[in-house]
C-alpha cells in the first residue's frame, strides 16, 4: 500500500517536473551554411547560462538513488507489517499449544499419580487377604487343646462348666473331624462317598460378576473328576445363556483367573446351548441342545462332540420348566453317583423325573418319578442320589423344601436355610469333590459350602 502511494506522488512529481520544462523551452530553425534547415531547443535556466548535460545527469542519478532508497524503505515497511501480524500469530498460537500441552501433561501426571495409588491400594488388600487366608489356614490345621482348662487354679475336671466346655469341644472335633474327610483321599479315590442328608447350606460367596447383559444368568462349573492331562479341577468352566445362538465355553486357568475375568481359552461347542441345565463330569460337558430334548456330551480335551441322544419323553422349550422359566425343562447334574437328568413328562404331567444317565452313551439306566411338580420349584441339584429342590429364585431367605431319595423311591418335605442373595437364581449345581453349591444369581457367580450329616443315617 505505502509502495503505492509513494509511486503515486513520485509520478506526479516527475510529470510535474515535464510540465514546468515545457513552459520554459524554445524552438529555433535555421539553415546552416549547407542550406540545411537546423532545429534547435533551448530551456531557460535562472542559475546556468550554459547547457546543463552534466548537472542534468548528476541530478537524475540523486532522484534514481533516492528513489531506489524509498524503495527499499517501502520494501522494509510492508515486510515489517507482514512480518509483525505473521509473527505475532505464529506466537499466539504457540502460547496456545504450549497451553493444551500443559494441561494434558498435568492431567496425565495426575491419571498416573491416581493409578499408582490404586495400584498399591489393590497390593496391601491382596496381602491383607493372603494373610487372612493364612490365619484362617493356621486355624484349621492348629488342634484344640483343653487340656489347659483343668490346669488354671483350682477348678477341677469335675466342673459343671468343664464338662460343658469339654462336650462341645469333643462335638466340634468329631464334626470337623468327619467333614472334609473325603479331602484327605488320593485324586480318584470313590471308594469313600461320605455321603449323608442335606444338613446346611452356608452363606454365598461371591467369585465374580458378569460385566453385560449376557450374564445375567448362565452355567459356570468345576470338573469333579477330571479326565487326562488338558485340564484339571482347579479348571473353571462357564457359559453366559443369554443369547439366540449360545455355542462359547470360556475355560479359567483357577479360580483366581476366574474371578479376574481373564480366560485361558475360548471353546466353540458343536451345537447351541438350551438354558441353564448343564454340567461337568469326567472330562465331558453335558447339556441340552437348544429347541430339542437331545443331550450333547461334548469332550474337553479333544474339543468334539462325543455322543449325543434324545432324551425319552422329555418336556422342552418351555414345556416343563422350573418357576423361573428360562426354557429349563431339562437340568443335568452329576454328584458321588453318576450323571442325572431332571426334567418332566407328559405322562408324569408336570412332576419331577429323575433319570440317572450313562456318562457316555447318554442312555436311560433307570428312571423315577417324584410326586412335587417342577414348575412349583426354583430349581434342583442332586447329592448322593437324593434330589433336592429349592423353594424360591428371588426371596432372599428361602429353604431348599423337598428331598427326594432314589435308593428308597421315597420323598418328603424338608427345610433347609437357602439364601438367594441378589434375588435372582438361575442356576445350582453340586460338585461333589469340593463338597460345593455352584449357583448363578442375577450376574453374579457364587458358592456355597454344605454339612452332609453322617453316611450312615436314613432316609426314610
Known amino acids: 500500500?505505502?509502495?503505492?502511494?509513494?509511486?503515486?506522488?513520485?509520478?506526479?512529481?516527475?510529470?510535474?517536473?515535464?510540465?514546468?520544462?515545457?513552459?520554459?523551452?524554445?524552438?529555433?530553425?535555421?539553415?546552416?551554411?549547407?542550406?540545411?534547415?537546423?532545429?534547435?531547443?533551448?530551456?531557460?535556466?535562472?542559475?546556468?547560462?550554459?547547457?546543463?548535460?552534466?548537472?542534468?545527469?548528476?541530478?537524475?542519478?540523486?532522484?534514481?538513488?533516492?528513489?531506489?532508497?524509498?524503495?527499499?524503505?517501502?520494501?522494509?515497511?510492508?515486510?515489517?507489517?507482514?512480518?509483525?501480524?505473521?509473527?505475532?500469530?505464529?506466537?499466539?498460537?504457540?502460547?496456545?499449544?504450549?497451553?493444551?500441552?500443559?494441561?494434558?501433561?498435568?492431567?496425565?501426571?495426575?491419571?498416573?499419580?491416581?493409578?499408582?495409588?490404586?495400584?498399591?491400594?489393590?497390593?496391601?488388600?491382596?496381602?491383607?487377604?493372603?494373610?487372612?487366608?493364612?490365619?484362617?489356614?493356621?486355624?484349621?490345621?492348629?488342634?484344640?487343646?483343653?487340656?489347659?482348662?483343668?490346669?488354671?487354679?483350682?477348678?477341677?475336671?469335675?466342673?459343671?462348666?468343664?464338662?460343658?466346655?469339654?462336650?462341645?469341644y469333643q462335638e466340634m472335633k468329631a464334626e470337623v473331624t468327619e467333614v472334609p474327610a473325603s479331602h484327605l483321599l488320593p485324586e480318584g479315590n470313590n471308594t469313600f462317598t461320605g455321603?449323608?442328608?442335606?444338613?446346611?447350606?452356608?452363606?454365598?460367596?461371591?467369585?465374580?460378576?458378569?460385566?453385560?447383559?449376557?450374564?445375567?444368568?448362565?452355567?459356570?462349573?468345576?470338573?469333579?473328576?477330571?479326565?487326562?492331562?488338558?485340564?484339571?479341577?482347579?479348571?473353571?468352566?462357564?457359559?453366559?445363556?443369554?443369547?439366540?445362538?449360545?455355542?462359547?465355553?470360556?475355560?479359567?486357568?483357577?479360580?483366581?483367573?476366574?474371578?479376574?475375568?481373564?480366560?485361558?481359552?475360548?471353546?466353540?461347542l458343536p451345537e447351541p446351548v438350551e438354558s441353564t441345565g448343564a454340567t461337568m463330569y469326567r472330562g465331558s460337558l453335558y447339556y441340552q441342545r437348544k429347541r430339542s430334548r437331545t443331550l450333547i456330551r461334548y469332550n474337553l480335551a479333544s474339543e468334539k462332540l462325543a455322543s449325543r441322544l434324545e432324551l425319552p419323553h422329555a418336556g422342552f422349550h418351555g414345556q416343563f420348566p422350573y418357576s423361573w422359566g428360562g426354557y429349563t425343562d431339562i437340568d443335568l447334574a452329576a454328584d458321588e453317583q453318576g450323571l442325572w437328568a431332571v426334567y418332566s413328562t407328559s405322562k408324569a404331567k408336570g412332576a419331577i423325573v429323575v433319570s440317572q444317565l450313562d456318562p457316555e452313551s447318554l442312555v436311560v439306566k433307570k428312571s423315577w418319578e417324584t410326586n412335587i411338580r417342577k414348575n412349583t420349584v426354583a430349581n434342583s441339584f442332586m447329592i448322593c442320589g437324593r434330589l433336592y429342590t429349592v423353594a424360591s429364585y428371588t426371596a432372599p431367605n428361602t429353604t431348599i423344601n423337598y428331598m427326594f431319595d432314589t435308593a428308597t423311591n421315597q420323598g418328603r418335605a424338608i427345610a433347609v436355610p437357602f439364601k438367594n442373595k441378589y434375588r435372582y437364581n438361575s442356576m445350582v449345581d453340586y460338585n461333589h469333590a469340593q463338597r460345593k453349591l455352584h449357583a448363578w444369581d442375577n450376574f453374579h457367580m457364587v458358592t456355597y459350602d454344605i454339612r452332609l450329616g453322617r453316611a450312615n443315617q436314613s432316609s426314610g
Not at 541530478?59 to 505475532?88: H, K
Open 1 to 168: 500500500m505505502w509502495f503505492q502511494v509513494f509511486y503515486l506522488m513520485l509520478s506526479c512529481l516527475t510529470l510535474s517536473t515535464l510540465s514546468q520544462s515545457q513552459d520554459r523551452a524554445s524552438l529555433h530553425r535555421y539553415n546552416d551554411h549547407a542550406g540545411r534547415c537546423q532545429y534547435t531547443f533551448t530551456v531557460a535556466s535562472p542559475q546556468e547560462s550554459s547547457c546543463p548535460g552534466s548537472n542534468m545527469k548528476t541530478e537524475m542519478d540523486g532522484v534514481l538513488s533516492r528513489l531506489t532508497l524509498l524503495e527499499t524503505l517501502v520494501s522494509r515497511l510492508i515486510a515489517g507489517q507482514d512480518g509483525g501480524a505473521e509473527t505475532g500469530g505464529r506466537a499466539n498460537g504457540e502460547e496456545g499449544l504450549q497451553e493444551a500441552l500443559s494441561l494434558v501433561t498435568s492431567e496425565r501426571n495426575q491419571l498416573q499419580e491416581d493409578k499408582d495409588r490404586l495400584n498399591r491400594q489393590v497390593q496391601g488388600l491382596q496381602r491383607r487377604l493372603e494373610e487372612l487366608s493364612q490365619e484362617a489356614e493356621n486355624l484349621r490345621q492348629k488342634p484344640c487343646q483343653p487340656a489347659h482348662i483343668s490346669g488354671h487354679g483350682n477348678r477341677p475336671a469335675s466342673d459343671p462348666a468343664y464338662d460343658a466346655v469339654n462336650g462341645a
Open 195 to 268: 455321603c449323608g442328608e442335606l444338613q446346611s447350606v452356608g452363606d454365598p460367596v461371591m467369585h465374580r460378576k458378569a460385566d453385560s447383559i449376557t450374564g445375567k444368568y448362565g452355567v459356570w462349573l468345576q470338573d469333579p473328576e477330571p479326565q487326562g492331562d488338558h485340564y484339571t479341577n482347579k479348571t473353571v468352566w462357564r457359559i453366559d445363556a443369554v443369547g439366540k445362538d449360545v455355542r462359547q465355553l470360556f475355560a479359567y486357568d483357577d479360580m483366581d483367573q476366574f474371578s479376574r475375568g481373564f480366560p485361558m481359552k475360548v471353546l466353540v
